[in-house]
């Protein structure tokens, strides 16, 4: 009987912890873009796209790479202003470089 008692509390515990978890789950799916970004030729909608990147910083991503002639890796990212390693971490999967444009940002 006390090992039901158990039983019946654990999993108690883990439906509340599923019911806690489930909507910032579905808030991730929503806000993630369907690709992957392509940070030297993404436009502002692109990255906006992005979990936690708002008009104002995916601004300062396009000046960022408009002024240094395009990123040479995700890392990169980090020196834009407003991108920290937190940010970075989350926004990393995301995120991929390749040949800077020549003709310049969209």
């Known amino acids: ?6 039983v019946v509390m654990g999993l108690a515990l883990a439906l509340a912890l599923f019911q806690a978890t489930a909507p910032a789950l579905a808030a991730a799916k929503e806000t ?3 690709k992957q970004v392509e940070l030297n030729h993404a436009t ?3 990255l906006v ?3 936690g990147v708002g008009e104002k910083l995916a601004a300062r ?3 960022y790479r408009d002024q240094n002639q395009g990123f040479k890796s995700v890392e990169e990212l980090m020196n834009v202003k407003g991108i920290g390693e937190k940010n970075f971490q989350k926004l990393e999967p995301w995120l ?3 040949e800077p444009s020549r003709e310049g940002s969209r």
């Open 1 to 6: 009987m006390k090992q039901a008692r158990i």
């Open 32 to 34: 993630a873009p369907a």
């Open 44 to 46: 502002v909608e692109e």
């Open 49 to 51: 796209a992005l979990p």
């Open 61 to 63: 991503i396009i000046e």
């Open 96 to 98: 991929t470089v390749s």
